[in-house]
C-alpha cells in the first residue's frame, strides 16, 4: 500500500503544500504504543508533518448510529485527553491501524472530529466536507463492513489449495480460496472492484457517494480484494502494476478544471450534475434530512466555479431542465397510493420542496440536450430557506411561482399499469408506436386511485429531437392542489414522444390561459 501511495504522490498527483487542514484531526501518535487522541489543527506544530488520512464508512442503521463512538459536547475535553480502546469501534480500531500501517500520523473520522450534538459545528463542519477528502493525502474506504461495529480488516478466510498439473509435472503451485456471498447471475470479474462493490452497502450510502467523488486517492477495503484507485490509475490485488484509466472517465475536479478552461460550458456542467444525481438518487441515507448535505459538498465544488443558485439540490441556471426529474420505478420506499403520497408530504419530516428530487428517496435525474430545450413556461420566482446560512445545507422551506398553461389529466390516461403497483402510465395512439404519451407519478398506484380527478398537468418545455429536426416532444409537471389557492405540489411528470404524441399532448392546452400558480 506504501508503495501505491508513493507511485501516485511521484507519477499520478504530486505533493502540493497542505492549504487546508480539518479543524480537528485524530493523532495516533508516532508509533503503536502511543494514545490516540483529538488535536485540534491549530494545536499541530508548524514543523510537523500535517498530512493526514480520511475514514468513508457506513454508520449502520439508527441503533448501530446512537451507539457509535463519537464526539459530543459533553466528552469533548475527554477526548483530546485521550480515545479509550474500549470504547472504540470496530471501524475506528481499524481505521487507526491502518494509518500507523502506511506512516500517517494524522486520521479524520466525522464520528470523532465533528461535534455531533452540537448543530452550530456540525453544520459549520458538514460545509467544510469537500475540503476535508479533496485535501485527505488518502481516503480509507471500507466496503467490507455495512457497520461501524464492524471490521472492515477481517476479510472472508482463505484456504490454500495446493496444484499439481497431471500433464506436465513443471507446472505446480496453489490456489488460494476464498468464500463468497451466493449471487444471481453473472457480475462480472472477481477480482475487480465492481466485485466487491456489489456486496457492499457503502457504494449505496448518500454520504459515502461525494467521498468517493472528492478524494484524490482511494484504498478500498473489499470482501474479496484491495483495491486503490486515484483521478489517473486503478489497482486491485494481485496486480502487478496500477492500470492507467481511460482520459474519458473524468473526474470532479478534471470537469471543473475543463470549464474554467473554456473547454466545456455551463450546459455541460449542468448535464454532468444531472450524470452525477442519476448515481446518487437511488442511495439510500439512515435520516431523509441528511439527503442534501451528503451531497453538498460537491454541489458546493460546482457551484464555486457555476456562480449561479443552489436550490435544494437544483441550480436556478437549469431550473426547467432540472425540474423533469423522475421517481424510479417499483421502489420500496415510494407511497403507495396517492393519497397516501399527499399525506406523507404534508406529515413527514420536511427535507424539500415537493418540485426538488430531494423530497423523493428513490430518483432518477432527466439527461436531455439542453440546447435543446426550448420553454413554454415562464419561472417568475424562486427560493428555498436553509436551517443554517450554508445555501447547500438542511433546507427548511421553498416556494416556485411560475406562469405558464395548465390543463386536467385526461381521466383515460391511468390504465390498468396501475395493478403492477407501478409509477408509470403510458399510452400509445398506433401499434407500431411506443409510448406516445407517458406518465411518471412520484407514488406507486394502486387498482382503484383516489383523487385523480383533482390532478392537473403544466407545460413546461419543448425539446427538439436532433435527429428529427421537424418533431418535438413536451415536457410537463403532474400537480395537485394543496388546501390554499392556486398553490400546489409536484407529484410527478408527464412527457410525449413521437409527432402523434406531441399533437395530442398540445391539444389538452388548447384552449388554457397562461396563469400564475405556486409549487411548494
Not at 508513493?6 to 502511543?34: K, M, N, V, Y
Not at 480520511?54 to 441503533?63: M, T
Amino acid at each position: 500500500m506504501r508503495q501505491l501511495l508513493e507511485h501516485c504522490t511521484s507519477t499520478c498527483h504530486p505533493d502540493t503544500p497542505f492549504s487546508f487542514i480539518p479543524t480537528r484531526l485524530i493523532d495516533i501518535g508516532a508509533d503503536a504504543s502511543a494514545v490516540s487522541r483529538l488535536v485540534p489543527s491549530s494545536g499541530i506544530e508548524h514543523t510537523q508533518q500535517k498530512k493526514y488520512a480520511a475514514l468513508s464508512y457506513c454508520w449502520g442503521n439508527a441503533k448501530d448510529a446512537e451507539l457509535q463512538f463519537k464526539t459530543e459536547k459533553a466528552s469533548l475535553e475527554d477526548r483530546y485527553v485521550g480515545l479509550p480502546n474500549e470504547l472504540m469501534t470496530s471501524t475506528t480500531k481499524d481505521a487507526i491501524a491502518l494509518a500507523r500501517a502506511i506512516g500517517i500520523r494524522y486520521l479524520w473520522i466525522d464520528a470523532l472530529c465533528i461535534i455531533q450534538d452540537d448543530k452550530v459545528d456540525w453544520s459549520h463542519e458538514s460545509s467544510q466536507m469537500s475540503l476535508v477528502y479533496r485535501h485527505a493525502f488518502v481516503t480509507l474506504c471500507s466496503l467490507n463492513s455495512d457497520s461501524c461495529h464492524e471490521s472492515f480488516l477481517n476479510r472472508a478466510p482463505m484456504v490454500k489449495i495446493p496444484f499439481q498439473s497431471t500433464i506436465r509435472e513443471s507446472i505446480n503451485g496453489s490456489y488460494l480460496i476464498r468464500l463468497r456471498p451466493k449471487t444471481m447471475g453473472d457480475i462480472g470479474d472477481r477480482r475487480r472492484y465492481t466485485w466487491d462493490s456489489n456486496f457492499s452497502k457503502w457504494d449505496k450510502r448518500c454520504w459515502t457517494f461525494q467521498e468517493k467523488k472528492m478524494s484524490t486517492r482511494l484504498l478500498f477495503f473489499g470482501n474479496q480484494n484491495i483495491h486503490f484507485s486515484c483521478g489517473r490509475s486503478d489497482w486491485t490485488e494481485g496486480d502487478e502494476a496500477p492500470t492507467v484509466k481511460p482520459k474519458s472517465w473524468l473526474g470532479v475536479s478534471d470537469m471543473i478544471a475543463r470549464f474554467k478552461d473554456k473547454y466545456i460550458s455551463s450546459r455541460e456542467l449542468y448535464a454532468y450534475w444531472d450524470w452525477l444525481l442519476r448515481q446518487y438518487g437511488h442511495r439510500s441515507v439512515t435520516f431523509d434530512k441528511d439527503r442534501l448535505p451528503a451531497i453538498a459538498g460537491l454541489a458546493r465544488m460546482l457551484g464555486d466555479v457555476l456562480q449561479d443558485q443552489y436550490l435544494a439540490g437544483i441550480w436556478k441556471g437549469d431550473l426547467q431542465c432540472g425540474l423533469i426529474w423522475e421517481s424510479i420505478r417499483d421502489h420500496d420506499s415510494l407511497s403507495r397510493s396517492l393519497e397516501a403520497h399527499i399525506l406523507n408530504i404534508r406529515e413527514r419530516n420536511y427535507v424539500a420542496p415537493s418540485w426538488s428530487w430531494a423530497s423523493c428517496s428513490a430518483v432518477a435525474s432527466m439527461g436531455y440536450q439542453r440546447e435543446m430545450v426550448f420553454e413554454e413556461s415562464t419561472i417568475v420566482d424562486v427560493d428555498t430557506h436553509t436551517v443554517s446560512e450554508d445555501p447547500y445545507g438542511r433546507v427548511s422551506g421553498g416556494f416556485l411561482r411560475i406562469r405558464g398553461k395548465i390543463a386536467r389529466m385526461p381521466n383515460w390516461l391511468p390504465n390498468d399499469d396501475g395493478t403492477q403497483r407501478s409509477n408509470k402510465w403510458s399510452h400509445s395512439f398506433t401499434e407500431s408506436s411506443h409510448q406516445d404519451i407517458y406518465v411518471r407519478t412520484d407514488w406507486l398506484h394502486k387498482e382503484k386511485e383516489a383523487a385523480l380527478e383533482d390532478l392537473v398537468v403544466m407545460l413546461l418545455h419543448r425539446i427538439r429531437d436532433r435527429y428529427r429536426p421537424r418533431e418535438s416532444d413536451l415536457r410537463a409537471l403532474l400537480l395537485h392542489p394543496t388546501d390554499e389557492l392556486r398553490t400546489y405540489y409536484r407529484v410527478g411528470v408527464v412527457g410525449s414522444r413521437n409527432y402523434e404524441g406531441f399533437r395530442e399532448m398540445r391539444s389538452w392546452f388548447e384552449n388554457s390561459q397562461e396563469e400564475t400558480i405556486c409549487i411548494i
